[in-house]
T-cell receptor, first 113, second 111 residues
Framework: NAGVTQTPKFQVLKTGQSMTLQCAQDMNHNSMYWYRQDPGMGLRLIYYSASEGTTDKGEVPNGYNVSRLNKREFSLRLESAAPSQTSVYFC????????????FGPGTRLTVT | RKEVEQDPGPFNVPEGATVAFNCTYSNSASQSFFWYRQDCRKEPKLLMSVYSSGNEDGRFTAQLNRASQYISLLIRDSKLSDSATYLCVVNPQNSGYALNFGKGTSLLVTP
């Protein structure tokens, strides 16, 4: 099992460009999450999906959109990248919202210039 | 006051030492508590859950003090491989998604 996979691993964007971060899990988990992690900050939740077909905002959703494509895949889109979105993005999954062990992907390091 | 606070460290300890980290949380209604481990430039991974009665997993012991609103992690007989950042994680209202992550405590175990 690969667990949680993310692509790309690294990305450099110019201000105003758009891109989609991809995430997939092969653990048959119902719930998926997108976090960002900045130096000196804890992990902050951007969006989450409790189950296939549902998505909800987390703590810092502005500037992002998500799609739960199917049970396996949960993508994060930056429509118009800003330097403030320079960060490491982690996708995670869990059996359900009531299951607290979240499994994280390896992360995407995004730089916006 | 931040919801989850940790001493960022770094804690530099020699191999074989015992080291303890504390973490305080602000929401007295918090129900669930965890320690995650994050290696440099890697993803966080669950180290252990923290139960009211405390729990132990090998060299690692976690304790919860609800009255003072803190949790602790004790590592005995430190190994070089324990070098990492330890994240304190709190579920504030027993709603599954809302995990609040501390900024982490950095541990460096030296030979």
């Amino acid at each position: 099992n690969a667990g949680v996979t993310q692509t790309p691993k690294f990305q450099v964007l110019k201000t105003g460009q758009s891109m989609t971060l991809q995430c997939a899990q092969d653990m048959n988990h119902n719930s998926m999450y997108w976090y960002r992690q900045d130096p000196g900050m804890g992990l902050r939740l951007i969006y989450y999906s409790a189950s296939e077909g549902t998505t909800d905002k987390g703590e810092v959703p502005n500037g992002y959109n998500v799609s739960r494509l199917n049970k396996r895949e949960f993508s994060l889109r930056l429509e118009s990248a800003a330097p403030s979105q320079t960060s490491v993005y982690f996708c995670a999954s869990s059996e359900g919202l009531a299951t607290y062990e979240q499994y994280f992907g390896p992360g995407t390091r995004l730089t916006v210039t | 006051r931040k919801e989850v606070e940790q001493d960022p460290g770094p804690f530099n300890v020699p191999e074989g030492a015992t080291v303890a980290f504390n973490c305080t949380y602000s929401n007295s209604a918090s129900q669930s508590f965890f320690w995650y481990r994050q290696d440099c430039r890697k993803e966080p991974k669950l180290l252990m859950s923290v139960y009211s009665s405390g729990n132990e997993d090998g060299r690692f012991t976690a304790q919860l003090n609800r009255a003072s609103q803190y949790i602790s992690l004790l590592i005995r007989d430190s190994k070089l491989s324990d070098s990492a950042t330890y994240l304190c994680v709190v579920n504030p209202q027993n709603s599954g998604y809302a995990l609040n992550f501390g900024k982490g405590t950095s541990l460096l175990v030296t030979p």
